[in-house]
């Protein structure tokens, strides 16, 4: 009876393991976005950020912007302050709340963290 526990808990971590193998690279939830789809939404922000460098146009490049420790307001750079950036404005920068759609602020965020 023992040794038919330790088969089934045997099992039970290959399965386990085999599943970890088959998700890794793989998006886990809904929130993860598309950075192929992200890079179209930010033609719109084009206008007034740079993608390729840190020069600033209107505002700052954002190339390498998530291997940054601060944003421009002083922020920690993570997903939840950059979304709140992109929706509510900050300094000169006005906010696009339901102008861009929550999907594709997932997939601008995919994109900007590809810089």
Known sequence: MRST??????????IGLAVLVVTVGKPLSAKDG????GKEVFEQCSVCHNAD??????????KGLFMHPKLANG????????RDIITNGGSSMPGFGDQISS???DN????????
């Open 34 to 37: 598309d950075a192929a789809k």
């Open 103 to 105: 999907d594709d602020k």
């Open 108 to 115: 601008l965020i995919a994109y900007l963290k590809t810089l």
């Open 75 to 82: 922020k920690e750079v993570n997903e939840a302050n950059v």
């Open 53 to 62: 460098s840190t020069e600033t146009k209107i505002g700052p490049g954002l």
């Open 5 to 14: 526990v330790k088969i089934g808990i045997l099992v039970a971590a290959c």
